[in-house]
């Protein structure tokens, strides 16, 4: 599967964005998918994930609360909404995929997951 992430930008602190990626294939269902950040000269951090169905998620404590996760396997898309964004969300978000045969759940380690986007630029200016 390729994966394309995009609608990253500069917004203010306590502003809003929503990140998109859209993958390929007709397989999008049989993937549980997941965002990560990093930051410049910082390891990637995982933001949240989302199952195969989109009826369970999870999120790292530095967003919960504040980001929501979502997918429509119909357009083979998983979203990534960001509300009350600080200067410490500035980073490159990365969209992935993980073979629900895999097993692999949606974990929190980058290494769980097979697919990678390029990643989009989110930059929260104070």
């Known amino acids: 599967v390729q994966l394309q992430a995009f609608g990253g930008g500069l917004v203010q602190a306590g502003g809003s964005l929503r990140l998109s990626c859209a993958a390929s294939g007709r397989t999008f269902s049989s993937y549980d998918m997941g965002w990560f950040r990093q930051a410049p000269g910082k390891e990637r951090d995982f933001v949240a994930a989302i199952n195969w169905s989109g009826g369970t998620t999870r999120y790292a404590d530095s967003v919960k609360g504040r980001f929501t996760i979502s997918r429509d396997n119909a357009k083979n898309t998983v979203y990534l909404q960001m509300n009350s964004l600080k200067p410490e969300d500035t980073a490159r978000y990365y969209c992935?995929?993980?073979?629900?045969?895999?097993?692999?759940?949606?974990?929190?380690?980058?290494?769980?997951?097979?697919?990678w986007g390029q990643g989009t630029l989110v930059t929260v200016s104070s």
């Open positions: 992935a995929a993980s073979p629900v045969k895999r097993g692999y759940g949606m974990g929190i380690a980058p290494g769980g997951y097979l697919y």
